[in-house]
Antibody
Framework: QVQLVESGGGVVQPGRSLRLSCAAS????????MHWVRQAPGKGLEWVAV????????YYADSVKGRFTISRDNAKNTVFLQMNSLRPDDTAVYYC??????????????????WGQGTLVTVSS | DIQMTQSPSSLSASVGGRVTITCRAS??????LNWYQQKPGKAPKLLIY???RLQSGVPSRISASGSGTDFSLTISSLQPEDSATYYC?????????FGQGTKLEIK
């Protein structure tokens, strides 16, 4: 069965860095785009970043662009999120999610069909 | 970025009833619209993709429709376990965006 397990969260001071990992199993990892989505305490979901299946493309939300970097190691079935220059408003549970496309009918519709349990990042002095 | 706006922000309904949640995109997203359910302390769960396609294992009393900029999610025969927050999300752009969520309380 599909499993996504995030790690690397914790308490960090503003301006410092943190690297999150998401270990995947139960599906052909190298065939799927991988996403990070976050949720601040008591708030809604915010999409953060995506990396394509082969690492050739990556996209970011404006709120993290230039500070966060997504990467992946297909040999180790792991996706990462390097977070630099952290700010208090980056405090959130960070989820990794498996991207899937349904391409029946000639158009590919993307969605997030499996999610990890999340890892909490707290940015505070 | 494409903005997604849901309404209402919260609602309450009785067991056995029916509710509809709407989602509007700031530009056309054709049918690139997904719906998720999230319960407190849990990861989101995919309910609907491509605007109206039911994800495997999701009960058929959940349905959705729409295209272009206006979409809706309907839950019929409400059950206590439907109490959750529901989010729409567009995948028309590679930079996905979510609606702000709709909290459903079952009385």
């Amino acid at each position: 069965q599909v499993q996504l397990v995030e790690s690397g969260g914790g308490v960090v001071q503003p301006g410092r860095s943190l690297r999150l990992s998401c270990a995947a199993s139960g599906f052909p990892f190298s065939g799927h785009g991988m996403h990070w989505v976050r949720q601040a305490p008591g708030k809604g979901l915010e999409w953060v970043a995506v990396m394509s299946y082969d690492g050739s493309n990556e996209y970011y939300a404006d709120s993290v662009k230039g500070r966060f970097t997504i990467s992946r190691d297909n040999a180790k079935n792991t996706v990462f999120l390097q977070m630099n220059s952290l700010r208090p408003d980056d405090t959130a549970v960070y989820y990794c999610a498996k991207g899937t496309g349904d391409c029946s009918g000639g158009t590919c519709y993307g969605f997030l069909d499996y999610w990890g349990q999340g890892t909490l990042v707290t940015v505070s002095s | 970025d494409i903005q997604m706006t849901q309404s209402p922000s919260s609602l309450s309904a009785s067991v056995g009833g029916r509710v509809t949640i709407t989602c509007r995109a700031s530009q056309t997203i054709r049918s690139f619209l997904n719906w998720y359910q999230q319960k407190p302390g849990k990861a989101p769960k995919l309910l609907i993709y491509a605007a109206s396609r039911l994800q495997s294992g999701v009960p058929s009393r959940i349905s959705a429709s729409g295209s272009g900029t206006d979409f809706s999610l309907t839950i019929s025969s409400l059950q206590p376990e439907d109490s959750a927050t529901y989010y729409c999300q567009q995948s028309y752009s590679s930079r996905y965006t979510f609606g702000q969520g709709t909290k459903l309380e079952i009385k």
